[in-house]
């Protein structure tokens, strides 16, 4: 089951750090964002975390696609929360 109180608080992370990451301009202010979403990935409730990635064992975790996936999981949460 997921709760309210699950997607507000990944929102919530999600949504501050992927703002951070998309105005930086210091690659490892960028990398040590990648990695708090890492560590953060692992407490994200697993029915939240399989909606969000579709599948994909690899969502949010992956460096080619971290901005791409860090916006899909942002977006897909605003519309869970409205």
Not at 67 to 82: G, I, K, R, S, Y
Request: with cysteine; proline share 2%.
């Amino acid at each position: 089951m997921i709760t309210k109180e699950s997607i507000e608080t990944t929102y919530c992370f999600l949504h501050q750090k992927l703002r951070v990451y998309l105005y930086s301009g210091m690659d490892w202010q960028k990398d040590d964002i990648e990695y708090a979403i890492a560590n953060f990935v692992v407490s994200i409730p697993k029915e939240l975390y399989d909606e969000l990635s579709e599948g994909r064992p690899d969502f949010l975790l992956d460096h080619q696609r971290f901005a791409d996936d860090m916006t899909l999981a942002v977006n897909h949460l605003e519309q869970m929360l409205f």
